[in-house]
């Protein structure tokens, strides 16, 4: 009898899209380091402001203070009607300046 040998075993050829043997390694190269440029540093340095702001300024001529009253007509309706008269009174107030005599 003869005896037949089987063939003998040839690996089959390795191919980029098949994955890698186990205990292949890959020889990766080490990332470089690269210094990273230092922030720059912006100092700024602000001067406060001496603007002053009347509450109650007269807006023409910025000297004078604006004064409220009612006039004689306002005063007469709240009189008359008392309950509502008050809410008109209070409606028709007028503003006028101290010094230039503007009026809102």
Same mark, same amino acid.
């Given at each position: 009898m003869d005896s037949?040998?089987?063939?003998?075993?040839?690996?089959?050829?390795y191919s980029s899209q098949e994955p890698p043997p186990i205990g292949f390694n890959y020889a990766q190269p080490q990332p470089q380091y690269q210094p990273q440029p230092q922030p720059q540093v912006v100092r700024i340095q602000t001067v406060p402001s001496t603007?002053?702001?009347l509450a109650n300024g #007269?807006? =023409?001529?910025?000297n004078g203070v604006?004064?409220?009253?009612?006039p004689c007509c306002a005063?007469?309706?709240?009189i008359l009607f008392f309950p509502l008269g008050v809410?008109?009174?209070?409606?028709?107030?007028?503003?006028? #300046?101290? =010094?230039c005599g503007f009026t809102t």
């Open positions: 037949e040998k089987p063939p003998a075993y040839a690996p089959p050829p603007t002053v702001i #007269c807006p =023409s001529c910025r604006m004064v409220g009253h009612f005063i007469f309706i709240a809410l008109c009174c209070l409606l028709m107030r007028v503003n006028t #300046c101290s =010094s």
